[in-house]
């Protein structure tokens, strides 16, 4: 099992930076792929971004240039911080811990990130 707390959420005006932190514990392994996802009601929940063991990053088209995702494996924890904020980036940003080779998908509980016009 995995556990996944998330922190750094909260009310920003647009243009603003917030810095996102997700804390795993319990049966970590550092080959997995951590990432972090956001959802808004009445929409799918959509990657923003996630990075490998090694580093490699994968961004979504709307983040790019604006986030940067990082990870401390001695810390088994990964980061997203969010500059030049847009409102439309209001959403719940859950974290997420996946090793899909061995069918281990776990999710944090999630943290509202609203960006104010």
């Known amino acids: 099992q995995v556990q996944l707390v998330e922190s750094g959420g909260g009310l920003v005006q647009a243009g603003g930076s917030l810095r996102l932190s997700c804390a795993a514990s319990g049966s970590i392994f550092s080959t997995a792929i951590m990432g972090w996802y956001r959802q808004t009601p009445g929409k799918q929940r959509e990657l923003v971004a996630n990075i490998n063991s090694g580093g490699s990053t994968n961004y979504a088209d709307s983040v790019k240039g604006r986030f940067t995702i990082s990870r401390d494996n001695a810390k088994n924890t990964v980061y997203l911080q969010m500059n030049s904020l847009k409102p439309e980036d209001t959403a719940v940003y859950s974290c997420?811990?996946?090793?899909?080779?061995?069918?281990?998908?776990?999710w944090g509980q999630g943290t509202q990130v609203t960006v104010s016009s």
């Open positions: 997420n811990y996946r090793r899909p080779w061995a069918a281990a998908n776990y």
